[in-house]
């Protein structure tokens, strides 16, 4: 059985490949991909699986430490105690380069989950030495905001950020995006998070924390996953818990920006109305 890794945000998976079909689909999507750590945090057990499955959702048995989820391309059970993922992933999802992200993206917000981190919906730039996260809703400008700045993108699609006291860092990541313009080993300070708030005349407006928190908890990849899903009680709270920290200590603003304009330009230039 071949065996690769991936680390993200200093979260480590060794990877176990059933078949050679799927390393070599995994190291064709990817060039992130290299050689397991000796001592990973988490490990996946990764097969393909000929069954389409017409049921998709959630399960958490928080006294026994699994969690189930499954959808038309995946079934995916963790073992927290063994800190261990078994995957089966659909044949006919192989094609489509882009199931591989989702499942991945599942994964690593359970991890993050369980180590002070979380997932924003949204892209993410570096400005001189801070990254810069720009979320909201599908359609927003995340993309375009990010391809249009002459700066490093970290990932035009998703935002990891893990916290370490009153510190937060966005990592570079592959877990969904343009493979092309993302930088894989790149990690910067966060300090500021914007919400889109549509197209206009580049204005910014202030956020109070009731505010901010629920903007956080709408975009957050976990919180779209597994709100509501029966037994998730625990981790939903440490969700919160990640949220309410980064709220606590990192500045959110509302951000109306003119299309094909360079961020990176225009951004000491906006006064908050």
Same mark, same amino acid.
């Given at each position: 059985?071949?065996?690769?890794?991936?680390?993200?945000?200093?979260?480590?998976?060794?990877?176990?490949?059933?078949?050679?079909?799927?390393?070599?689909?995994?190291?064709?999507?990817?060039?992130?991909?290299?050689?397991?750590?000796?001592?990973?945090? %988490?490990?996946? +057990? &990764?097969?393909? @699986?000929?069954? $389409?499955?017409?049921?998709?959702?959630?399960?958490?048995? =928080?006294?026994?430490?699994?969690?189930?989820?499954?959808?038309?391309?995946?079934?995916?059970?963790?073992?927290?105690?063994?800190?261990?993922?078994?995957?089966?992933?659909?044949?006919?999802?192989?094609?489509?380069?882009?199931?591989?992200?989702?499942?991945?993206?599942?994964?690593?917000?359970?991890?993050?989950?369980?180590?002070?981190?979380?997932?924003?919906?949204?892209?993410?730039?570096?400005?001189?030495?801070?990254?810069?996260?720009?979320?909201?809703?599908?359609?927003?400008?995340?993309?375009?905001?990010?391809?249009?700045?002459?700066?490093?993108?970290?990932?035009?699609?998703?935002?990891?950020?893990?916290?370490?006291?009153?510190?937060?860092?966005? %990592?570079?990541? +592959? &877990?969904?995006? @343009?493979?092309? $313009?993302?930088?894989?080993?790149?990690?910067?300070?966060? =300090?500021?998070?914007?919400?889109?708030?549509?197209?206009?005349?580049?204005?910014?407006?202030?956020?109070?924390?009731?505010?901010?928190?629920?903007?956080?908890?709408?975009?957050?990849?976990?919180?779209?996953?597994?709100?509501?899903?029966?037994?998730?009680?625990?981790?939903?709270?440490?969700?919160?818990?990640?949220?309410?920290?980064?709220?606590?200590?990192?500045?959110?603003?509302?951000?109306?920006?003119?299309?094909?304009?360079?961020?990176?330009?225009?951004?000491?230039?906006?006064?908050?109305?």
């Amino acid at each position: 059985m071949k065996k690769g890794g991936i680390t993200i945000a200093g979260i480590s998976m060794e990877i176990e490949f059933s078949s050679n079909i799927l390393f070599e689909k995994f190291f064709s999507v990817h060039n992130a991909w290299k050689s397991p750590e000796a001592n990973s945090d %988490y490990h996946i +057990q &990764l097969e393909l @699986d000929p069954i $389409v499955r017409k049921v998709k959702g959630a399960t958490f048995n =928080e006294s026994r430490g699994w969690v189930h989820s499954v959808s038309d391309a995946w079934d995916i059970r963790y073992n927290q105690k063994l800190k261990k993922f078994f995957v089966k992933i659909n044949n006919s999802f192989l094609e489509e380069k882009k199931c591989l992200f989702p499942f991945l993206r599942m994964i690593y917000a359970i991890a993050l989950n369980e180590n002070e981190g979380f997932i924003l919906h949204g892209s993410n730039i570096v400005l001189g030495d801070k990254a810069v996260v720009f979320s909201g809703p599908s359609g927003a400008g995340k993309t375009t905001i990010a391809r249009n700045c002459k700066s490093s993108v970290l990932n035009d699609e998703c935002s990891v950020i893990r916290g370490f006291g009153d510190k937060f860092i966005c %990592y570079g990541n +592959q &877990l969904g995006g @343009d493979r092309d $313009v993302i930088s894989l080993n790149q990690e910067a300070d966060l =300090e500021l998070v914007y919400f889109l708030d549509g197209w206009g005349e580049n204005i910014l407006e202030e956020l109070a924390p009731s505010q901010s928190i629920k903007k956080l908890m709408i975009n957050d990849i976990f919180m779209m996953y597994f709100v509501g899903t029966p037994g998730a009680s625990d981790y939903l709270k440490r969700e919160f818990t990640n949220l309410n920290k980064a709220n606590k200590y990192l500045n959110f603003l509302s951000l109306k920006l003119k299309r094909n304009v360079d961020f990176s330009k225009v951004y000491s230039q906006l006064e908050i109305s």
